[in-house]
């Protein structure tokens, strides 16, 4: 399967204190491909992952409301706003699957958010 490998049109935004910034703010960090889709640019000062659409797959958001699972009793169950969700949720990737790990500070509850929404077939 052919695929254009394009690297991100993103900027690098480096830190205040950044050494190799100071010394060339014209420096331009070079992205590289660390697996399939996912770009990496990485710099003294951090590094900037950015992960490309997949077709028409739709990246989740492991905060959306929708994709909750607390428990019953849970206070936050219906929680809806955003910013009380960053606060209150804690997500981890990197677990092997292909998935989020998000858990409730409230309800110590934890559930999976799968990176991509089911590809809408037809
Ligand atoms: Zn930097
Ligand atoms: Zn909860």
Redesign the pocket.
């Known amino acids: 399967m052919f695929r254009r490998k394009r690297a991100p049109n993103k900027p690098?935004m480096?830190?205040d204190d950044?050494k190799?910034?100071a010394a060339d703010p014209t420096v331009s960090?070079p992205w590289n491909e660390v697996e399939a889709r996912h770009w990496q640019a990485a710099?003294?000062?951090?590094v900037l992952d950015v992960y490309e659409p997949v077709g028409d797959r739709v990246r989740l958001d492991p905060l959306d409301a929708k994709t909750s699972r607390h428990m019953p009793q849970c206070e936050f169950a219906n929680e809806t706003d955003p910013a009380m969700l960053r606060v209150l949720l804690k997500v981890q990737d990197g677990r092997g699957g292909d998935y989020y790990w998000v858990s409730c500070g409230a309800c110590d509850t934890a559930w999976q958010v799968p990176f991509y929404a089911e590809a809408s077939v037809g």
């Open positions: 690098f480096h830190a950044c190799i910034y960090i710099c003294q000062c951090g």
